[in-house]
């Protein structure tokens, strides 16, 4: 929990460190503490998994599969199609912060990965997600 802040998340490490470790049984050593051993599986396969989560920067109008979740299935492909076109539109500093938080990411999260203060990573999520919510509801008279 430590590691993932997530029970589900942690539970899935735990038993990715079990299989790693059977796999590699033989390069156990008797002499060595296999609670410090399993820890060190543990703690690389998580810096792995995170590393592997890294996104490029502005790199929606290369990726083919982004997709937006949207419940309605009869307007989706026209939808996501449509989302999609406006989020190529966005300005890049809000492409990827708001691509992350689409796709799940905390905020601090996101900081993390864009190394900027927490208050511009929020401002941005929030600027890009008033131009979409413009962009799709009409124009009042």
Do not use: H
């Not at 038993?15 to 543990?42: E, P, S």
């Amino acid at each position: 929990m430590k590691f993932t802040q997530n029970e589900d998340d942690a539970k899935d490490l735990i038993q990715d460190t079990l299989i790693k470790a059977i796999v590699n049984w033989d390069k156990f050593r008797d002499d060595t503490n296999i609670k410090g051993w399993l820890f060190i599986i543990m703690r690389n396969l998580f810096v792995n998994q995170y590393r592997k989560k890294k996104y490029i920067t502005c790199p929606i109008e290369q990726a083919e599969d982004f997709q937006l979740r949207v419940n309605n299935a009869a307007e989706s492909n026209m939808n996501i199609q449509y989302i999609n076109s406006l989020l190529n539109k966005l300005p890049c500093q809000y492409q990827q912060p708001l691509q992350m938080f689409i796709d799940g990411y905390k905020y601090q999260e996101i900081n993390d990965k864009l190394k900027g203060p927490i208050g511009t990573t929020k401002n941005r999520i929030y600027k890009a997600r008033k131009i979409l919510i413009k962009a799709l509801l009409p124009e009042e008279n």
